[in-house]
């Protein structure tokens, strides 16, 4: 199984449209979780950390749900430049992978005009 | 102040030729990731290294990669020899510390073995 699993999209939405993407990870021990954005042919950047209560960032929020090991991304009121692929990294500070981020294989959003 | 600085941005290479990829990590960064990203398999973890020691390679395919960081502001990816299957896009990253904190990747680069 994998570490981080995604529902690879891709998701196709009009501008001003809220979408939500969801991410799952394996490890219960898990302690830290990240939304990172990747824009096409270019490198992944931090979009946000997921914090245990809930964060929020303007149109963006990010959700924690330890019991069920789900994490998730609301954007609302979608811009077409949100368009890109969205991945869900997590990272499980115990033994060996300590210091080693696992990522999902990535949510691809369109926002069109 | 500069990101991580990737070199080349591009390669093309013909099959059983060594390739050698070059990173700087952002000064005053204690650990430096290698990873791959290809369509089939996403973005995958190669080797980290933490205050210039190799701390997890079990994401290095083969013996013909091979990683090296002689000092805090410079590391290597090998291949030797190169085969068609390597070909994706190469991405260094830094980071702060080990353990849980923000990466900042490099442009990467893309590498096609021909």
């Known amino acids: 199984r994998k570490e981080v699993e995604q529902d690879p999209g891709p998701f196709n939405v009009p501008e001003g449209a809220t979408v939500a993407f969801n991410c799952t990870y394996s490890n219960s021990a898990s302690q830290s979780f990240f939304w990172y954005r990747q824009d096409c042919r270019k490198e992944p950047k931090l979009l946000m950390s997921v914090y245990s209560s809930g964060n929020e960032d303007g149109r963006f929020t990010a959700q924690l749900n330890r019991a069920s090991q789900y994490i998730s991304l609301l954007i609302r009121d979608s811009k077409l430049s949100d368009s890109a692929t969205y991945l869900c990294v997590v990272n499980p500070t115990f033994g060996s992978t300590l210091g080693r981020l696992y990522f999902g294989r990535g949510t691809q959003l369109t926002v069109w005009p | 102040d500069a990101g991580v600085i990737q070199s080349p941005r591009h390669e093309v290479t013909e099959m059983g030729q060594e390739v050698t990829l070059r990173c700087k990590p952002i000064?005053?960064?204690?650990?430096l990731f290698w990873y791959r990203q290809t369509m089939m398999r996403g973005l995958e973890l190669l080797i980290y290294f933490n205050n210039n020691v190799p701390i997890d390679d079990s994401g290095m395919p083969e013996d013909r990669f091979s990683a090296k960081m002689p000092n805090a502001s410079f590391s290597t990816l090998k291949i030797q020899p190169s085969e068609p299957r390597d070909s994706a896009v190469y991405f260094c990253?830094?980071?702060?510390?080990?353990?849980?904190?923000?990466?900042?990747f490099g442009p990467g680069t893309r590498l096609t073995v021909t």
């Open positions: 000064s005053g960064h204690n650990s």
């Open positions: 990253a830094s980071s702060r510390e080990a353990g849980g904190v923000e990466q900042y």
